[in-house]
């Protein structure tokens, strides 16, 4: 049975009940944080939290993220997934629930607080080399997408499209610039140089992205933070997807035509392995490989 947290209780989920006058409910009014835990130790709890303070600062919600890690510990204890391989945990504040005005509610109104954790399977070794496919859609979203908001219409819908088009990711362009994918990072490779778009409001700034920088200037790959427009997609020779849950993605196929020769290429594997290692480093845990 699963163990949810809501509002400062520990409970199994069907008697974890909301408000209708919730304002995530009502206006998708919040942010949220998903965070991957390796043999029980979530992996950079504290980027995930530095994220959430900032993105609750810029919604102006009242809610202090110090009790967070206790939260995590104490989830995952009580749905017993310290040993798996894999868990997540889903970490979620609404500005709370009063009578619906479009302007802030009384500031007496508490956040709601929710959060779950649940085993995840990763991703097989097969699947992973056999690569992913991706199509390119239009980024319909607002221009602060450096937060973290429950507002993931956009994205719900781009998925949805790359689904019934085959594909197993959406990549959203914007006025001609590859920026993201619709749950993840990109990153390309264009004559051995490794290109992602800069952290600004029109990306999420991942908690993946960040160490797939720090791990490529560790391994000595050439990095340039620079906007890539869709035109160069033909001249890269290897494009990949980074995500809590995604890891490092690689992407063989966009919108029919294949990446370089169609596989997942050296670049990607190196940053692969060396992520894998470094969260076998730091949460203490042996990771099957899947590449
Ligand atoms: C739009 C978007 N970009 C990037 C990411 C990757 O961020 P992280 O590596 O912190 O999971 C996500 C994760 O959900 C996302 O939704």
Redesign the pocket.
Known sequence: MDVVFLNGEYLPSEQAHLSVDDRGFLFGDGVYE?TPVYGGEPFRLDRHMARLRRGLRGLGIDYDVTGMKGIHREILSRNELKDEEMAVVYFQVTRGAAPRTHHFPPSDTAPTVYAYARRFARREAGEWNRGSSAITIPDSRWAR?DIKTLQLLP?VLAQETARRREANDAIFVRDGIAV??????LFFVRDGVLLTHPASNQ??P????EAILELAGEAGIPVEERPLPSEELPEVSEVFL???TTEVRPVVRIDGRPVGDGRPGPVTRTLHGRFLDRIAEECGVALQTVA
């Not at 993201?180 to 990072?185: I, Y």
């Open positions: 998903v997408t994205s993201e994918g619709a749950h993840s990072n990306i999420l991942g908690i993946t992205r980074t995500g809590s």
